[in-house]
């Protein structure tokens, strides 16, 4: 089980994205601490530089030509299709069983309210229950087997006054 039951999606979205914007706000953090540091030492032979080129004259600064760089620099640039990203939230294998759950309880609901028959004949029930739940026998070994057994059970008997027992139902997602 999960300690984060009790959020909502939104709110676990939400949560998700606040510890990550305090993440990179820490690290931010740190590291502009850390460069700053290095660049304003007294013992860095740039800032030592940097501090006698601004006390200078400005005629030494204006007759000094920008010094050459040694080293080639490369360019690259990123095609502009490539700018737009899009973030997708991946769900777990919980989110979307419950998802496929519900389907199947709102596909054997509308079955059931739409017997042709009255009373219900048994052999019809049962096949159109049938179909629908071995489409989904992804829910065998799972913990809501059960349940969808449970609410068939519950529904049939409610809605057609038929009585299944546990090994009918299972005979069902044969």
Request: net charge negative; charged share 20%.
């Amino acid at each position: 089980m999960c300690m984060f039951n009790y959020l909502t999606g939104p709110q676990m979205l939400l949560t998700t994205a606040g510890v990550i914007a305090l993440y990179y706000g820490v690290l931010a953090l740190y590291y502009r601490r850390t460069i700053g540091q290095t660049v304003l030492s007294q013992n860095n032979p740039v800032s030592t530089t940097a501090k006698a080129t601004i006390m200078g004259t400005p005629q030494d600064l204006i007759g000094n030509p920008a010094p050459e760089w040694e080293e080639e620099l490369e360019m690259f640039l990123e095609p502009a299709g490539e700018a737009n990203y899009s973030i997708e939230m991946l769900e777990d294998d919980d989110t979307i069983l419950l998802k496929a759950a519900e389907t199947v309880v709102e596909e054997i609901q509308e079955v059931v309210n739409h017997i042709a028959s009255q009373p219900p004949n048994p052999e019809e029930v049962f096949t159109k229950i049938r179909a629908i739940v071995l489409q989904y026998r992804i829910f065998e070994n799972t913990e809501y087997f059960e349940a969808i057994n449970a609410f068939i059970a519950q529904t049939v008997e409610r809605e057609c006054d038929i009585h299944w027992t546990r090994d009918d139902l299972l005979v069902m997602w044969k």
